[in-house]
């Protein structure tokens, strides 16, 4: 079943500017990871946020994770064209399911 | 190796066929973990391998599917009598084990398209 949910479901912004995803959950989690996907195929890896942070960053990065609310959101601040990816996030599961369960992504356009 | 590697990285087949798909993980990594994406959607869950055996099998989605691993390392995805729904971009990853779920690398996949 479907855990994170990304929000919007596509985002077109102008280089230069932040572009901020969101991401909702259903179940209690350990951690809650992001990944950026480029043309279809590999995932990497961006950043994990465990759930007894609030806040992290890595680089032009920022992450952050309100478990109160089951919601975490990444901002990418001074778009670059590079950018331009499908962004999702993952979470594991408390109940121990050694498997991370990924929303449906962002879409994420940065015009030059 | 230097990441996660998969072969092929296309494969068109009839419908009625039988596929193998290859995943070769990082050395040392014992977490194998196979998704499925169609397109333009989220990563759907397989199966879990650990060394060489399959705690999480509940993503598998008919017994059409099966997946086995070897020595720790190398691990195949075979779709018996493939369907048009079956395909997908079919991607492989790895992690460390330990306590809890670690940052998974990915491969670049293989893209499966059933005619």
């Known amino acids: 079943s479907q855990q994170g949910e990304e929000d919007p479901q596509a985002l077109s912004i102008q280089e230069g500017e932040n572009a901020t995803m969101n991401c909702s959950y259903k179940?209690?989690?350990?951690?809650l990871q992001w990944y950026r996907q480029n043309s279809g195929r590999g995932l990497v890896h961006l950043i994990l946020i465990r759930s007894n942070e609030r806040e992290k960053h890595s680089g032009r990065l920022r992450v952050t994770l309100d478990t109160s609310k089951k919601s975490s959101s990444l901002l990418i601040t001074a778009s670059r064209a590079a950018d331009t990816a499908s962004y999702f996030c993952?979470?594991?599961?408390?109940?121990?399911?050694?498997?991370?369960?990924f929303g449906q992504g962002t879409r994420l356009t940065i015009n030059p | 190796g230097a990441g996660v590697s998969q072969s092929p990285s296309n494969k068109v087949t009839e419908k009625g066929k039988d596929v193998e798909l290859r995943c070769d993980p990082i050395?040392?990594?014992?977490?194998l973990y196979w998704y499925r994406q169609s397109l333009g959607q989220g990563l759907e869950f397989l199966i879990y391998?650990?060394?060489?055996?399959?705690?999480?099998k509940s993503g598998l989605p008919s017994d059409r599917f099966s997946a086995e691993r070897t020595g720790g390392s190398v691990s195949t995805l075979t779709i018996q009598r493939t369907q048009q729904e079956d395909s997908a971009v079919y991607l492989c990853?790895?992690?460390?084990?330990?306590?809890?779920?670690?940052?998974?690398?990915f491969g670049p996949g293989t893209r499966l398209t059933v005619t």
């Open positions: 391998f650990q060394g060489n055996s399959a705690p999480d």
């Open positions: 990853a790895s992690s460390l084990m330990g306590r809890g779920v670690h940052e998974q690398y």
């Open positions: 050395s040392g990594h014992t977490a």
């Open positions: 179940t209690s989690i350990n951690n």
């Open positions: 993952a979470t594991d599961d408390l109940q121990g399911a050694q498997k991370l369960v």
